[in-house]
C-alpha cells in the first residue's frame, strides 16, 4: 500500500512539474519592498529572547536537533513522511555546514517560500505552507537566536528520498497545487486573542502539518482543517470544535493544561505529540496557550453521522471481557482512569477519532505519557502485542470506541494486522 | 585502570537510600552519580501488569533478586561452626537493580517506638541493667525519635503512606495507634479498606480489650500525587506486591515517587549493571578519594568524588566497609573492632486458623502488600516486661498480603504434604483460613555472637573473602516468640476458628526459611566511636567524607518493620549534609 501510493504520488510530482517549467523560470526568488528590510539583531537581548521564544513556539527543535543527545540544531534527525525519509539540516551558523552565511532574506526566503540560500527547494517537511503565514519580525527575531548559537560542524545528507522523489524541481510543481505564499492578516469579525491564536495555530505552530488531513500528495485537504490526520504511524486527533472527537467537549483550561503539561483532567500525550508538549507547548506563556485554545475551539467540527456499534455486537462483547481483564486495573471499569497516570477513555475524544491508528497502537507497543516540569510522573503503558492477538486488540478497541456512550467506528482485525507489521518495521518510532 | 573525571558526590547503590540522597544532593547543586550492579528497571517495561504477577517467575525463580552467582555470603549458627556459602537465598531476600527493596516490598510503613532510640537507657531505667540478658548488646542510637520526627513526616509524603493517625502531637486520635510518637501531622492519605479477614481480627481483639488499627500502608488508599509532583494510582488489590514489582503504579517505590524528577536532575548520572568493589582511601586512610566499580566487560574504572555514600543494602554496606579497610572488622573473641558488630534480622511467628467453609469465606486474594488490622499492645515496652522475663516484642495483625495459588496452601498440621489428601485438604482450607506469613512481627535484638566478618575460605567472583554470617536466636527471642504467638492466637480463636495452629519461633536461626528480608545493623549508628561504625548522622567515625546509610545503621532490630525508619534516616542525614557538612566538610561529632 505504501509502495503503491508512492508510486502514484511520483507519478502525479512529474507530470505537474512539466506543466510548472514555465512558471518556474520567472519565479521571483526574493519578496521585495518594505519587507526585504532586516530587523534582525543578534546583539540585541530582547531581540534574541523574543526570538528564542518564538523559536520554542515554532518547535524548530524537534527536527532540527538529532535525538539522544544531538547537539542543538545541528541537524540529521531522520524525519519519516508519507514519501520517505528526510534528514534534518544543519541550522546553527556554521558557515560551511550550518547557516552561518545567511542573510536575513535567505532566511526569510525560507521559511516563507520553501527555498534554501542556494535557490534549491526545501521539501515542505519543513513547514513552510505555515511558515509562510509568519510576520517578518517573528522570522527575524529567531534568525537573530539562531545566530547566537555555537556553530557547529556538522555535513548533512538530507537527500535520501529514493528516485523520482529526489528531484527537488518537483517540489516547485507541489507549491503549486498547495502553497499559498502569503501573510498572517487578523480577522476583524474576532478578538484580539481569537487572532493571536489564529496567528500562532496557522503560523509559528503549524498545528495543520499534523493534525489537517492530507492529500496523497501531502497537500492540506481543502475545507477539513484540523479534523484530524494519520502521520508516523500515529493518529494526530481532530483538533476542531467537535463535540466527540475534537475539542468541544475540553474547556479553554483543560486544553491549556494539556498544552502546558501534557495532561489534563482526561488526557496524557504520548508519541509525537508528547514531544511537542515538551519541546515547545510546555514552555510556552499560558496566555499564548488560550488564545490557542479559543482559536481551535471555534473551528468547525465534522458531522460524520457515525453510529455507536451496538453493545450485543460479538466484537464488543469479546472487547468488554478482553477490557475487564488487561485494562479495567488502570482505566478502571467505567473507563474513568485516573488523573496524571491513566487516561480516561469514557467520552474521550482521541479514542473517538474516525481512524483508529493511536489506539490500536498503543494497545499494541504501549506508549509513553509526556513528562514535563508540573507533570513529571511520565507513566506509561505496556505494549499486548504479545499476549493480544489482531481479532482480540480488534475487539478491544472497537469496545473502547463504543462503550459508555462513546461512538466510532469498529475496528477490523485486518486494520490491526497491518498496523501491527507497518509499527514492527517502522525504522524511526517516536516512542 | 582508567580514572573517569571527578565528580561531587558518588552514591554506591540506587534503591531508596541511594534515590533520597541521589535527589536531595543534586537539588543542592552537586554533579552526582550512582552506581547500581543490578538493571534499570522500569515499570511499564520490566514488569508492567500484563506480567508482573507472575508467581512463579517472580515469588518462586526470584527474577527481581540478586543470584548468588554474582555474590552471596556464608552462613553458620556460631563461632564453633564451619560457615558454608548460601547458594539460594532463604531467610531474605536481596533486591537487585534500580529501586532496590524498595521495588519488591510490601510497603508496610512503620516508624519505631520512641522508646527505640533510647533502647538501653530506657529498659535500664524501667527495669534495672541486670534485667537485660548477659550477652545482649543493645544501645542507645545517638539519635532521638523526636529529631527524626520530621524526616518521618518526610518519607511517609514522598510515598503516599496510608493511615490512620494515633497520636497527632501528643493527641491520642480514634482508631488509629494509641502507642506510637506523636507526629506532627496525619497520614497524607486515608488507611486503605480492609477486607473480610483483617475487620473480624480487629473485631476480636477490641473484644478483647486491645486496641487495633490498620496498618500504616504505602500501597495506595486513593490517587496520590506527592511534593515532587509525581503520581501514584489508587492500589487495586491483585496482591502481588511482596517479591514483585507494582504495574499499577500504585505502590511507593523509587520508581513510583522520585526517580521519575530524580533522571531530569541536571547534575544526575547513573551508571547501571555496574558494581562498586570498594571505596578507595588516600594513603593516610582518613579520607575517600572515590570508588573503583567494575562494569559488564569485566573493566575496573575509578570515580574519584569528594563524598561517598555507601547506600547498598545492609550486608553490603558492612561488607564494602570490610572490603575497602574501613574501620576495625569485629573480633567477638578479642571484643574488639565495631565494623560487623550488632548485625540482627527479626523473630518473625504466626499462626493458622481454620474457619468453617460454610461460614467464612475470605477471598484472600484480594489483598495489598501493606493491608490488614493490627496491634501494637505487645510491642517495644508497650507491655510490662517485669513478670514475662524477657525483653523486645512485636506488633501483630490479620495481614494475609495475597492468595497466590502456589504458595497459599493453608492445611491443618498433620495433613500429608502431597497427593490426594493434601489436595483436598488445601481444596477446604483455601478460602476459609487466615494464613499471615508474618501475623508477629517480633524483634531481634542484638548479641555478642550474632556478628558479620570475613570468610577464611570461600571467595567471591573477584578472588575477595566472602562476607560470613553468624547468627541465631537466644532464649530472649524464643520466649518473647512463644508470649506473642499465644497472644495472636488467641484473637485467632476469638475470631471463631475452629482450629488455630501456631507457629512462634523455635530453634536455631534456619537461613532456609524466610522470615522477612529485614536485614539489620553491622555498622551501627551511636553516640560513640567505641561502640559504632557511623555517628548519629550516619558519618563514618573513620572516613569523614564516607557516610554509610540504611538499616545498617540499626544498633538492634525493632518489632516493626525497618523501611520507614530507613528514609527518615536518609533524610535526617541529607539535612545534615545538606546544612552542615557542606559548609564545613569533616567530622560533624567530634569524637
Known sequence: ????????????????????????????????????????????????????????????????????????????????????????????????????????????????????????????????????????????AIHSYLKTLKPVHKQVVSDTLPFPLNIRLGMRAWNLLYFRDGRFAPDPAHDDVYNRGAYLVTGPEHCGACHTPKTVLGGDEAGKLYQGNVIQGWTAPNITGDRRRGLGSWSIEDVVEYLKTGHNRQAASSGPMAEEVGLSSSRMKDEELRAIAVYLKAQPGQDDGAAPVPASDPAMRAGAAIYADSCASCHRGDGSGVRGLFPTLAGAPVVQQLDPTSLIRVVLQGARSAATPSAPTGAAMPSYDWRLDDAQVAAVVTYIRNAWGNQAPAVEAGTVAKSRRAFAEQAHPVE | MRKLPHKDVAIIGLGWTGSIMAHGLSEAGLDVIAFERGPWRDTAQDFPPTYAPDEYRYRVRHELFLRPAQMTFTFRNNPSQTALPIRDWGAFMLGNGVGGGGLHWNAEMWRFEPSQFMLKTHLTERYGAKFIPAGMTIQDWGVTYDELEPHYDRFEYLCGTAGTAGNLRGAIQPGGNPFEGPRSRPYPTPAQKQPFNATLFAKAAREMGHQPFPQPSGNMSQPYTNPLGVTLGPCTFCGYCEWFGCGNYSKASPQTTILPVLVKQPGFTARDNCEVLRIVLDAGGKRATGVVFVDTDGEEWEQPADLVLCCAFTPFNVQLLMLSGVGEIYDPAAKRGNVGRNFTHQTVSTATAFFDPATHRFNPFVASGAIGMCIDDFNGDNFDHGPLGFVGGGYMGQVQTNGRPIETTPVPAGTPTWGAKWKAAVKQNYNSSVYSGSGVHGSFYSYDDVFLDLDPTYKDRFGRPLMRMTIDFHENEHKMSAFLTDRYAEILRAMGATRVDKLPRTGHYDVTDYQTSHLCGGAVMGAEPSTSVVNRYQQSWDVPNLFVIGASSFPQNAGYNPTTTVGALTYWTLDAIVNQYLKAPGPLVQA
Not at chain 1, 10 to 16: N, Q, T
Not at chain 1, 20 to 47: C, I, M, N, R, W
Request: with cysteine.
Open chain 1, 1 to 140: 500500500m505504501r509502495k503503491l501510493l508512492l508510486g502514484t504520488a511520483a507519478f502525479v510530482l512529474l507530470g505537474a512539474g512539466a506543466l510548472a517549467a514555465a512558471y518556474v523560470a520567472t519565479d521571483p526568488k526574493l519578496p521585495s519592498g518594505p519587507q526585504a528590510e532586516s530587523h534582525g539583531d543578534a546583539q540585541s537581548f530582547s531581540e534574541v529572547e523574543y526570538g528564542r521564544t518564538m523559536l520554542t513556539v515554532a518547535d524548530c527543535a524537534a527536527c532540527h536537533t538529532a535525538k539522544d543527545g544531538g547537539e542543538p540544531f545541528a541537524g540529521g534527525r531522520p524525519i519519516e513522511t508519507p514519501f520517505g525519509v528526510i534528514v534534518s539540516s544543519n541550522i546553527t551558523p556554521d558557515r560551511e555546514t550550518g547557516i552561518g552565511t545567511w542573510t536575513d532574506e535567505d532566511f526569510a526566503d525560507a521559511l516563507w517560500h520553501g527555498f534554501g540560500k542556494d535557490g534549491h527547494q526545501i521539501y515542505p517537511a519543513m513547514p513552510y505552507p505555515y511558515y509562510t503565514h509568519m510576520t517578518r519580525r517573528d522570522v527575524d
